[in-house]
């Protein structure tokens, strides 16, 4: 009996810590949503109040890149800086963190650069096209409005920026993991020609809220077959389906 009560207080201890683990990472239940069966995408707004907007929202995003109005967008100004590379495992993707200092600026309004994540294949689409996988590199301004920049990610030649975070994608889950000798600099990840597509939507992941400004690069950067595949190998399908447009404009560069 009393071998018994240690082995209950043992595993209600354990039960504590696999708790407090999870709470850490700033979700409340990190694995409480997913991809595919009943917490999959069609499901999200059910799954909780908070996910209500996932169903009921009408700027969701992704959404497929067609139609769109050539306008004259005002260019992204990218200022990236090297930052140590800091990579999670979050359970729904891999993502970087960036330390403060690196921005972009669009129509006066500076954004911070926060983290930058991949998902497989492409969430945006192009005339109904999804490319192999792209990354979405997520930015926040004083005032708390967020902006996403969409970079898809074609198989060509191996992508050297990519090649250090694939190097060191924890093994662990919901764990970040600071590698102290690597450095990233973002810039160039980004492709040469920095023409967009432009929209307002959401989050892609719950709670799918929205006002988020959407700027996708026209042009695909390349990484090679084995760099797909290596991704895969974590996340093969980690994209929310096309959402419709409803009102909104598309807008891209001239
Ligand atoms: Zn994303």
């Given amino acids: 009996m009393l071998l018994k009560r240690k082995f209950l ?14 709470s850490s990472t ?19 707004g059910d799954l909780k109040p908070e996910y209500a907007t996932c169903k009921l929202g009408s700027k969701q995003s992704p959404i497929d890149l067609t139609g ?7 260019p992204i100004k990218f ?5 140590q590379l800091k990579i999670i495992d979050n359970g729904h993707t891999i993502q970087t963190n960036f330390v403060p200092g690196s921005t972009i600026t669009v129509n006066g309004k500076k954004y911070n650069l926060l983290q930058m994540h991949f998902h ?11 490319y192999p996988m792209n990354a979405h590199l997520v930015h ?3 005032d708390g409005k967020l902006a996403v920049v969409g970079v898809f990610m074609k198989e060509g030649k191996e992508n050297s920026f990519l090649k250090a975070i694939w ?19 973002l810039a160039k990840f980004l492709p040469k020609n920095k023409h967009y597509y432009a929209y307002t939507g959401s ?21 090679s077959k084995m760099q797909i595949a290596a991704f895969g190998k974590y996340y093969s399908h980690n994209a929310r389906p096309v959402q419709p447009l409803n009102d909104r404009v598309l807008k891209v560069s001239k």
């Fill in 79 to 83: 200022s990236y800086k090297s930052s």
């Fill in 203 to 223: 989050l892609t992941t719950p709670p799918c809220s929205e006002d988020v400004t959407w700027m996708v690069m026209k042009t695909p950067v390349e990484v």
């Fill in 167 to 185: 190097k060191n994608i924890p093994q662990q889950k919901d764990k970040e993991v600071a590698v102290s000798k690597v450095k990233i600099n």
């Fill in 120 to 130: 497989q294949p492409s969430e945006e689409t192009v005339n109904g096209k999804a």
């Fill in 140 to 142: 926040k301004s004083a």
């Fill in 9 to 22: 207080s043992i595993a209600l201890a354990l039960g504590a810590i696999a708790l407090s683990g999870c």
């Fill in 26 to 44: 700033g979700h409340d239940h990190a694995h409480a949503w997913g991809y595919e069966g009943n917490i999959g995408a069609a499901h999200w």
């Fill in 68 to 74: 769109a109005k050539v306008s004259k967008l005002s």
